[in-house]
Nanobody
Framework: QVHLVESGGGLVQPGESLRLSCAAS????????MAWYRQAPGKPRESVAV???????AYADFVKGRFTISRDNGWNTVYLQMNLLKPEDTAVYYC??????????????WGQGTQVTVSS
């Protein structure tokens, strides 16, 4: 099995920064795609950023220029550096990781979510 542990959420004021982390552990052979999603109250979950095993990245338009996704393959960890936070960034942030287990089966798992609140 593969497990994800997220950390780094919290309460910040507009314009401030936060860094989210998501560490994967378990029977992992390789990790392909690592991504961040978010879900605000009453809204559907939406994609924020994704990074491939080749370090290619893609961002939602509403975070371009403010958020940066990165990964540490040695630690099976994905990060989301969030700068210039806005009240509309308030949401529960989830990481999602896909790859292959040591049994050569594919996996796709979600983190437990971490709350980010941007408010003055």
């Amino acid at each position: 099995q593969v497990h994800l542990v997220e950390s780094g959420g919290g309460l910040v004021q507009p314009g401030e920064s936060l860094r989210l982390s998501c560490a994967a552990s378990g029977s992992i052979l390789s990790i392909a795609t690592m991504a961040w999603y978010r879900q605000a109250p009453g809204k559907p979950r939406e994609s924020v950023a994704v990074i491939t095993d080749g370090a290619r990245t893609a961002y939602a338009d509403f975070v371009k220029g403010r958020f940066t996704i990165s990964r540490d393959n040695g630690w099976n960890t994905v990060y989301l550096q969030m700068n210039l936070l806005k009240p509309e960034d308030t949401a529960v942030y989830y990481c999602n990781v896909g790859g292959t287990t040591i049994l050569k089966t594919r996996f796709g798992v979600w983190g437990q979510g971490t709350q980010v609140t941007v408010s003055s």
